[in-house]
């Protein structure tokens, strides 16, 4: 029997913006969903500019899934589509995942399971381990391996009563950064109750090209940083999920020890005892990349990656400084 023809019990949501290339990959692991026959899909498109829209007219088309798709006629941002996608659904259960990302052939029915006792459930996600090896120092992905109290939307999913209730996705977010923890620490706040199981499995893509071009793509991608500040200031709690509670991730504290040393040496270069202050304050950035967070490549080519490494978690920081400011609410 076609899946479209059942009723369903559970809806997937997918917001996509400028990936016609992922999307068939994306519907395939759809398609081959196990342990539960009654679901629909909902893609919507971000109004993207590349050839999304007509990749899932052919996909609505030949798909045997209960697929349901819409366009945005301006680009909102990820939160507007995804709300956008759940209203045009009808199932009590609701996961979300991404254009860039293959769900596990049980993941719907294992979310399925544990939404019957918990409101919201987040599994994990790894890698694609296609394109994970010998990735490069900058290449973009991403990893959950355990309960991350940011509910990233890349692997979750909320009986509809929540989404209902909270009236979704707050699109106040235009970029894909923050309005998934929002959601999800609306809803503790709402006293629904969280679930972890690592078997919901998602695979995640690996953005890689080039050295330069993937550098050149976080430096961009780090912008979305801003947004951090607003995320505490609205829940307070997440401090506690956040590096020593004041710092967004754990390579900034260095970060800024390193900045502040090559401050001071800039305001008096010729004087040897600035020289030996900036190189103390940089030791603690270069260990913290070097081996407590290493940049994926071979050392032999540190003397070139860490210099970009460190361009890259300044423009992190300055991003966090900047909605710090933006917001009223200190965070680096």
């Known amino acids: 029997m076609n899946r479209a023809t059942r009723t369903p019990t559970i ?3 997918v917001s996509t913006y400028n990936r016609a290339d992922r999307l068939p990959r994306l519907v395939a692991a759809l398609e081959a969903q196990q342990g539960v026959d009654s679901f629909e899909v909902a893609i919507v498109d971000d109004c993207s500019t590349d050839d999304t829209w007509s990749v899932l007219q052919a996909l609505a088309a030949t798909s045997d899934l209960d ?10 941002g990820p939160a507007r589509g995804r709300n956008v996608g759940w209203r045009m659904t009808s199932a009590p259960l609701v996961a979300f995942t991404d254009d860039d990302c293959a769900p596990a052939p049980m993941w719907l029915a294992t979310l399925a399971t544990a939404l019957a006792t918990a409101d919201v459930v987040q599994g994990c996600t790894q890698p694609d381990p296609v394109r994970a090896p010998g990735r490069g120092p900058f290449a973009r992905t991403m990893i959950i391996e355990e309960q991350s109290g940011l509910f990233e939307t890349c692997n979750i999913g909320y009986r509809r009563a929540v989404l209902e209730g909270l009236r979704g996705f707050d699109e106040s977010f235009p970029l894909p950064f923050g309005e998934d923890v929002d959601l999800g620490w609306r809803a503790l706040a709402a006293g629904s109750t969280v679930a972890w199981r690592p078997d919901a499995l998602v695979v995640h893509d690996v953005a890689h090209t080039t050295v330069v071009r993937d550098w050149i793509a976080l430096l961009k991608d780090s912008r979305r940083r801003r947004y951090a500040p607003l995320m505490v200031k609205r829940h307070p709690g997440l401090r506690a999920q956040l590096h020593h509670r004041w710092f967004l991730a754990p390579a900034h504290p260095p970060t800024v020890l390193a900045l502040i040393g090559f401050g001071q040496l800039a305001a008096r270069p010729g004087d040897p005892r600035r020289w ?7 030791v603690p950035w270069i260990v913290h990349r070097s081996l407590i967070e290493p940049l994926q490549g071979r050392p032999r080519n540190y003397p070139v990656l860490l210099p970009m490494g460190f361009v890259t978690d300044v423009a992190e920081v300055a991003a966090v400084a900047e909605g710090a400011l933006r917001y009223r609410t200190m965070l680096l």
């Open 11 to 13: 809806a997937v949501v």
């Open 276 to 282: 030996a202050l900036a190189t103390a304050l940089a």
């Open 67 to 76: 697929l349901r798709i819409a366009q945005t006629p301006t680009n909102g």
